[in-house]
Structures are given as structure tokens and as C-alpha cells.
């Protein structure tokens, strides 16, 4: 762990993986019911299909810009069980490290250092238990591979770690929490003057109105969704509360689905997203899924993922 006192800079946001969820602007906490809720909502699990598996890529932040993030990661689940594996590279991790000197408060600033990185890899294995018939519970247990390079050397370092989630359902109405990087692992980076890694814990409270669950004969494909965080986080790309809300469309049997949303940082540089993305069935049980983000430049970006679902 980092010394008392020793300067820190922080790590990743949680809109990092998923073309669905980046495409409804990151309202996806209450929505995520693939496998890619090992990453949004390990509760949320439950609701998916019998299996479900994921594979894709995303990339975030035009250039020139602080915290550019590439990603990929798969990811299988059902209902009870899930296993993931993500690999983020987010880059210019120096362009926000604190400069604060010793008793002032902490500022965030451009130090005039060469460029660094961050390198993470996180395999994870969820679990879920379902409380009641509506009320669920997971957990998402990860092994934390990451290495923060400095001064041309890199320190690869390993940490356990843990995410949590709960989702309650109310007829069409979806009611998720989820906690994330909750021991707050801590990366240290060698070389005089460039501050270690923290990846700090994040709350996010989400709401969503799921359409498909309305009584019978009354159901619509469609779903509205809200997220909230429920504190203020620091990131490679500056402090972070975000408000976030999407709404997706499905047409032609649930074989194309049209989804939209928007973003926005409440603190720091108050970063503005607006998102767009779409489904589209290759064959039964195999869609294609892709995200465009547009907006702040450090947050403009794409992703694509491949799906299948049975």
C-alpha cells in the first residue's frame, strides 16, 4: 500500500467495456442482463439468459487527450455463474497527477513529464444468488494484474479484489446498486516524481423501466434508464460523478435494437457525452453490437462486440 501522505494518482471509470451499455450512455446498472454484468452489475446476472457470451473491444479519448483508454475483454455467464477477462490500457496517466506540494490541498495538474501508462488486467469469476424471486445478489471476485509504467520501467504488480451488486425488480420497474474495486488496490509506479495508482471504489445507484416486463399482452420493446453516482471518484482523466441515461428500442422480432443516451460529469471538467450504438441479429441466438460516443474529446469513442445467447 501506498504510504501515508505518499501522492497518488487514480484509475479507471467504469465506462470502459460493453457496446450496449456505452451506447445507452452508461444508464446500465439496472439494465445489464448479458454477460457483461460481471462488469456493470454482478446482481444483474440472474436476469440474463441461460448462456450468454461476450467478446469485444472498445477505444476511448481523441488525441490529444489525457487518459486515452483501449480495452478489449470476453466474458460468459448464466444466471448463477459468470467468468470474465478485460485488459485496459489507458495512456497519458501523468497529464492529471497531482502537483499539490506538502500542506496545501491537492490539485490537478500537467506535471511536464514524458507520457506514462497504465496497464490492467482483471480476471473474474461471479457469483449470484437470488435472495428472493426478485431480489438478487453478486459478487464479482478478481484477480488484478496491472503494471503503471514510469521512466521508461514498468512494476507489474497482482491484487485481489472484489465488486458487488444487488438488482430488485417491481414489475417493469429495475432498482440496481453496485460497488466496485472495494480494497481500492494501489499500483506503484517506479521513478522519482510519478505518484502510484490507486483504482478507486465507486457506488452507482440505477433505475430502469423494462418494457418487456409488463404484464402479458401489454409488453414493449423498450427499456428507459438512469444512473447516478453516489460520490465524487478520481480517474486517469480527473475527478468523476456522473449522471448518466439511455433508452433502447428493439424492432423486427428483437433481430435490430436502436439504443441512445447521454452523460455527464458533475465535477472536474463537467465532461458532456452523448452516445448512440445498435444490435443487429446475424443468425438465432448471434448479434453484432457496436457503440459511437461523441462529445468531450477525452471521451469520445467506439466499440464493437460480438454476441451469442441462448
Known amino acids: 500500500m501506498t504510504a501515508l501522505g505518499a501522492p497518488c494518482a487514480w484509475g479507471q471509470d467504469v465506462e470502459s467495456v460493453g457496446a450496449r451499455a456505452l451506447g445507452m450512455g452508461g444508464a446500465f446498472v439496472a439494465v445489464a442482463n448479458d ?18 457470451v461476450t467478446l469485444g473491444t472498445a477505444s476511448a479519448g481523441a488525441d490529444p487527450s489525457p487518459g486515452r483508454l483501449r480495452s478489449w475483454g470476453v466474458a460468459v455467464g448464466y444466471p448463477a455463474l459468470g467468468a470474465s477477462y478485460y485488459r485496459l490500457r489507458i495512456t497519458d496517466t501523468d497529464s492529471l497527477a497531482p502537483t499539490g506540494v506538502p500542506g496545501a490541498g491537492r490539485q490537478e495538474g500537467r506535471v511536464g513529464v514524458p507520457s506514462q501508462s497504465l496497464k490492467l488486467g482483471q480476471f473474474g469469476v461471479t457469483v449470484v444468488h437470488s435472495v428472493f424471486p426478485r431480489l438478487h445478489a453478486g459478487a464479482t471476485f478478481k484477480f488484478v494484474h496491472g503494471s503503471a509504467e514510469g521512466t521508461g520501467s514498468e512494476s507489474m504488480e497482482n491484487h ?62 423498450f427499456t428507459v434508464s438512469l444512473d447516478a453516482d453516489l460520490h465524487a471518484y478520481d480517474t486517469v482523466r480527473g475527478p468523476r460523478r456522473v449522471v448518466a441515461a ?65
Open 35 to 52: 454477460s457483461s454484468a460481471t462488469w456493470w452489475n454482478p446482481a444483474a446476472l440472474a436476469t440474463g439468459p441461460f448462456v450468454d
Open 246 to 310: 439511455g433508452a433502447e428500442r428493439w424492432f423486427a422480432a428483437r433481430r435490430l435494437g436502436l439504443r441512445g443516451g447521454a452523460r455527464f460529469n458533475q465535477v472536474g471538467a463537467h465532461e458532456r457525452v452523448g452516445a448512440f450504438g445498435a444490435s443487429v441479429a446475424l443468425v438465432k441466438g448471434i448479434m453484432a453490437e457496436a457503440h459511437a460516443s461523441l462529445g468531450s474529446r477525452a471521451e469520445r469513442g467506439w466499440g464493437v462486440v460480438a454476441r451469442a445467447a441462448f
Open 160 to 221: 485481489v479484489d472484489a465488486d458487488i451488486g444487488v438488482l430488485g425488480v417491481a414489475g417493469p420497474v429495475r432498482l440496481g446498486l453496485t460497488a466496485r474495486n472495494l480494497s481500492e488496490p494501489v499500483l506503484h509506479r517506479p521513478g522519482d516524481g510519478f505518484p502510484d495508482v490507486r483504482l478507486a471504489r465507486l457506488v452507482r445507484l440505477g433505475v430502469a423501466f423494462d418494457g418487456d416486463l409488463l404484464p402479458a399482452g401489454r409488453t414493449r420493446p
